[in-house]
């Protein structure tokens, strides 16, 4: 095992990372941009390198300085959490070329999960059933009305570059597509720089399930069950949970099954190793493949909370070369959890809001975990995602791990700037969530003030 | 008339330039914020009269952006 590790990340996940990190020993190096001097991932790290001025691109996205911090720090490893440098197989390479062990994929296995019509292709290839599409990136407007014609309307047109629900657009009829192929276009050439997109069929009501995956370099790969996430504001994840509804008390057991073995189908057809995760959407019984995502989640804690696998800790053993001694039939599911994520917006229109944070009073008690990125008197600024913490609340059951989740949200007191705690004790109140019937357009219908 | 930001975060795209006539719901500046891109628009007709702010330019809710005449 490598001695030391540089984080190449911020807010909660950086401070997640290294508290792992410390307590398997390792020396921990944080870096930073001017925004986040003061925050505790920061001040909690046995060294702390700054980067630069907060926009991301002169900060966290900055492969030089993050290159030159963990060469001055001596750091042998990097972790780059989610987002950021996490997807960027060049940062991966160069972490290579500069002897620093990266703690993720191979990068060609990276690269050929980051070109979603790619992914695509590689994924139906590997008998993996996908979402009705374009099969690969229809290069003008032309080629994408002759695929719509044959996927039929409604359609999802994406940049084959994007993620997070950045470049996306949805169509209804061909003046529509028109529309939105110019918009995506455009969007994915001043935020990836390239205007490549895809088209898919855009199903009304799926559900988002994911199945989580672990491999090793020696070749042994086992998945982690699943988890649902279907709860989403703007194609971003809100609320998510471990198991599914739909599989719970044993449902759907051949349905589960096939995605299962789909996900592990297409992490070998990737060249798979370390954490990553395969999503899915499921719509009338059936799954379809939308992406693998090279790197840990933002949700990996409902998984690790019900099924006891240390998902930070197998990445850095993996990542150091261990063999990976879990076996398949080990893993089982204790009890539910849920992860609502705390987000400093509005929590009707969902509208960012930075700004100080005056009060920030993490609720405490059975069941309750909070990885927080921010403590009482800190700022959250415009240049980083929303994400203020995540409250994740598990129980042996789904319906304990509501009922203690209502009494944790009500504890939550954050002051000094909006933030969605009231959205979420809507959303555990709304009887359709608790009854599990969701969809990713949940938001849409349901837990409205 | 003034149009104002309504959320804290940088000028992405100015998407109108002075002189040009506009009508309600035109985009007239993307702003940027956590990760996510906010359209401003006119809230009715006019004429582009000033811009006051630029692309990567940081801004306040409730500065003002764009200044509109009838």
Redesign the interface.
Known sequence: MFRSLLIANRGEIARRIGTVARAMGLRTIAVYSDADAQAPFVKEADQAVRLGPPPPKDSYLNVEALIRAAKETRAEAVHPGYGFVSENAEFARACTEAGIVFVGPPPESMARMKDKAQARALAKGAGVPVVPGSDGVVADLGGASAAAERIGFPLLVKAAGGGGGIGMAVAGSQPELEKAFRACADRARSAFGRDAVYLERYFPAPRHIEVQILGDTQGNLLHVLERECSIQRRHQKVVEEAGSPLFLEGKNPALLRGMTEAALAAARAFGYANAGTVEFLISDGEFYFIEMNARLQVEHPVTELTTGVDLIGWQLRIASGERLTLKQEEIRRLGHALEFRIYAEDPVRFLPSPGPLNVFRPPEGEGIRVDAGYAEGGVVTPYYDPLLAKLIVSGKTREEAIRRSDDALQRFDIQGLKNNVPLHLRIVRDRAFQEGALDTHFLEHHARP | MDVPA?????V??VEVSVGQKVAAGDVLVIL???????PIEAPEPGTVKEIRCQP?Q?VNEGDVLVVLTP
Not at chain 2, 32 to 38: G, I, L, R, T, V
């Open positions: 309504h959320i804290t975060g940088t992405w795209k940027e914020s956590m990760k996510m891109e906010m990567s940081p």
